[in-house]
């Protein structure tokens, strides 16, 4: 297994979510290792119901997509830590070795194959 190669392409998708989770949402200054859906600019006030409901209805579907973001960013650095301690490519449930093809498909995989959920 090429470690080396796949750290690069994790570090690289790690960088690519927080590209995206800034694009819709910020982290919560109350809690770092949390994000928060955006814009902190929203105005349920507005007289216009038809642009609050368009500004509430974006914010549940950036809520929605920021969640499954945040979720992938915890894999990745949970993978990343996993290979600077050396348990990198270890099954979470069963301790056996991530097949290297389930690895180079998804880096952050935590599972083998046979306890993929």
Same mark, same amino acid.
């Given at each position: 297994?090429?470690? !080396? ?6 570090? !690289? @998708? #790690?960088? /690519? ?24 600019? #929203?105005?349920?006030? +507005? $007289? /216009?119901?038809?642009?609050? &409901?368009?500004?509430? @209805?974006? *914010? @549940? ?5 920021? =969640?499954?973001?945040?979720?992938? *960013?915890? /894999? ?8 600077? +301690?050396?348990? *990198?490519? =270890?099954? @979470? ?9 389930? #690895?180079? &498909?998804?880096?952050? $995989?935590?599972?083998?194959? $046979?306890? $993929?959920?």
């Amino acid at each position: 297994m090429n470690t !080396k190669q796949l750290k690069t392409k994790l570090e !690289k @998708e #790690l960088e /690519d979510l927080v590209g995206e989770l800034k694009t819709l949402g910020h982290i919560n200054p109350e809690n770092p290792a949390d994000w928060e859906a955006g814009p902190d600019n #929203l105005n349920v006030l +507005s $007289a /216009d119901r038809n642009e609050t &409901a368009d500004q509430i @209805e974006n *914010y @549940e579907s950036n809520t929605s997509i920021l =969640k499954q973001l945040e979720t992938q *960013y915890g /894999d990745v650095n949970n993978a990343l830590k996993k290979i600077a +301690s050396g348990t *990198y490519g =270890k099954c @979470e449930i069963c301790g056996e070795i991530i097949s290297e093809d389930r #690895l180079e &498909a998804n880096p952050s $995989a935590r599972t083998c194959i $046979a306890h $993929a959920s």
